[in-house]
């Protein structure tokens, strides 16, 4: 293990953004979220969660996708502009990092999005651990260990210190790159120490021994039938906040906008709580708020699973459950649906 | 570098036919004056016009058309007040084939068949249908009920009147919703249209057109003895994607885009009722 004083780490983020996009948790305009770094960039390392989840840094909120050009009857495609950029996405927490596995199987298996496949070809995540998980936090219940987060790169901050732990090829490139800012680190209990504490935080956690159980496949029909999801949706204002938020929500639009020369075809996030979401000119499928609330959590905790070997669509992170303007969330509909009978 | 599967090719629209006061056909190439590529009976297509929008649409011409694809559409949304409006020569883009088609090769063969359709829901049979009556040796008898609000409603009627019902072992029976001046053939609904013609229940049927008429005909058929492992049925819901990924057209835990638009009913009635 290597280790670097926290006085010192803006000239190693000069350094890794010479040669890479580096994304950091940076303070803007009254929150924090993962954003572009430069030398201005207010960073906090401290905050717990970035209000947004991280996975804009491969599945962007906007994502050009084709240019067009339309003469006459005609039509021509411009060849489109693939992310080449070497990216960097520093001070990852485990949830999050755990949520680019479950966006690699909603985007990269059958027909890859090929924007997401590159994105994250040409990334090295650096991941860190959560000193201070708080009560919203239930990623103990999806089998995520806060204090050991796998990145490229694992991380820890105790005492002043930013401890640094390859894992993988891109982890090593990266650390051969800033050996040069990092002393030796011989003595690992500093960092076995904190992720002692932080496994105790989380044992005494309210949501951390959530029981997911009853979200089984073979459960589909009896879960979807279940007359608690009336009750459980009332209050939902379908304002989408919880999509947004969500490191694992996937849902997108197709939409042109027309430019001055042309038409940019772009995709870009979606939610599955807005009305119009599926409607179309003969219909719509899920015409009450009832239905789109049931379809967000049925695929979270159910098709999600039934299509991909069992595992859920959520980490765990508990944005939801902090920025829900009505205090709706996965944790309330896992306890509700998963009581007995 | 792999293709990314939202990024459409060029097609040319090169005939374009008036079928009703609101379903047009179109014929559409490929740049190259090929057929754009290839597609099992049942699969569906993304067409767009760059700043109009891009819709899914069933390809209606048989595979073994090898000239060109066509595309059954009718007038009711954005993109189709547009393509209603185009003249031969427009350029447009296209998408696919998306799907899995229908079980020609597998459950369908040595079969007879009975294809039910209301309205515009010929479309995607018309592509089966013409592929059977290419590989005529595969299937056995062949039963077509096929009904509209009126005579001037009836997709494809010149192909229908003229080809399908001088084909051997095909009967081809046409109903239209009211009385017309200018129809002598059969009136009423296609549902209770399909109790009087005297179908054979060990038959495999195929069913597409407006929910509605599917929910009677489904509940006649299964009166008949037809047994829902004997029924497919195709559905359409909102797409934006067709791979799978934008969340729209999921039915429980399966996408109309990749899992279906083909399910047999025995299937879809282990799927919530959420289409």
Request: aromatic letters at 10%; proline letters at 5%; glycine letters at 6%.
């Amino acid at each position: 293990m290597m280790k670097i004083s926290l006085k010192n780490l803006p000239e190693l983020y000069s350094f890794i953004a010479k040669k890479n996009d580096l994304y950091l948790p940076i303070f803007k305009a009254g929150q924090v979220d993962f954003a572009k770094w430069d030398k201005d960039a207010i960073v906090d390392l401290n905050k717990l969660k970035t209000t947004k989840s991280a996975k804009d840094v491969f599945f962007p909120q906007s994502q050009d996708l084709v240019r067009f050009e339309v003469d006459g009857k005609k039509i021509s495609i411009d060849e489109p502009i693939m992310p080449t950029n070497k990216q960097v996405i520093f001070g990852v927490k485990a949830c999050d990092n755990r949520s680019f596995e479950l966006l690699d199987m909603a985007f990269v298996e059958d027909y890859p999005d090929t924007f997401y496949e590159m994105r994250r070809a040409n990334t090295t995540i650096v991941t860190l651990a959560c000193a201070k998980p708080d009560e919203a936090c239930f990623c103990k219940a999806y089998g995520i260990d806060a204090a050991d987060p796998k990145g490229d790169v694992s991380t820890w901050i105790v005492d002043g210190y930013l401890h640094w732990m390859p894992n993988t090829d891109k982890g090593i490139e990266l650390t051969t790159e800033v050996k040069d800012f990092f002393e030796l680190d011989m003595d690992n209990s500093a960092v076995e120490n904190q992720q002692s504490e932080i496994r105790a935080i989380i044992d005494r956690l309210p949501y951390s021994n959530i029981d997911l159980s009853k979200f089984t496949p073979d459960k589909l029909l009896e879960l979807f039938n279940s007359p608690k999801w009336k009750a459980l949706s009332e209050a939902c204002l379908g304002c989408g906040t919880c999509t947004f938020v969500c490191p694992t929500c996937q849902c997108y639009d197709v939409k042109d906008f027309k430019t001055k020369t042309g038409v940019q075809r772009f995709k870009c996030w979606d939610s599955c709580m807005f009305a119009d979401f599926t409607k179309c000119a003969h219909g719509n499928t899920r015409p009450s708020q009832m239905q789109r609330y049931r379809q967000r959590f049925m695929h979270k905790l159910v098709y999600f699973p039934s299509n991909h070997d069992g595992v859920y669509s959520c980490v765990g992170c508990g944005r939801c459950v902090q920025k829900c303007p009505q205090m709706l969330n996965i944790v309330k509909v896992i306890k509700t649906l998963g009581e007995d009978k | 570098m792999r293709k990314e599967p939202l990024i459409p090719g060029i097609g040319v629209v090169t005939d374009i036919r008036r079928d009703t006061p609101d379903v047009k056909t179109f014929r559409v190439v490929g740049l190259d004056g090929k057929k754009p590529f290839e597609h099992i009976p049942g699969q569906c297509a993304f067409l767009s016009m760059p700043g109009i929008g891009e819709a899914l649409f069933s390809i209606t011409s048989s595979p073994t058309n090898t000239e060109y694809m066509e595309f059954s559409i009718k007038k009711c949304g954005c993109v189709t007040e547009w393509l209603h409006q185009i003249e031969v020569g427009q350029q447009i883009t296209i998408r696919g084939p998306y799907g899995n088609g229908f079980p020609v090769e597998t459950d369908f063969k040595g079969k007879d068949l009975v294809f039910i359709a209301g309205g515009i829901g010929l479309a995607p049979l018309r592509s089966i249908i013409n592929y059977v009556r290419d590989k005529r040796e595969n299937y056995g008898k062949v039963t077509i009920i096929y009904g509209s609000r009126s005579d001037d409603d009836l997709v494809d009627y010149e192909e229908i009147k003229n080809e399908w019902v001088n084909e051997p072992d095909f009967s081809v029976y046409l109903t239209i919703d009211r009385e017309t001046p200018t129809w002598d053939g059969h009136v009423g609904f296609v549902p209770n249209y399909v109790k009087e013609v005297g179908l054979d229940n060990t038959a495999t049927a195929v069913l597409c057109g407006p929910p509605i008429m599917i929910k009677f005909t489904l509940a006649n058929l299964q009166e008949l003895g037809f047994k829902t492992n004997q029924i497919f049925t195709t559905l359409e819901l909102k797409m934006k994607c067709a791979i799978g990924k934008c969340g729209r057209c999921n039915v429980g835990d399966k996408y109309v885009c990749k899992d279906g638009p083909v399910f047999r009913c025995d299937q879809l009635n282990e799927l919530p009722n959420e289409y």
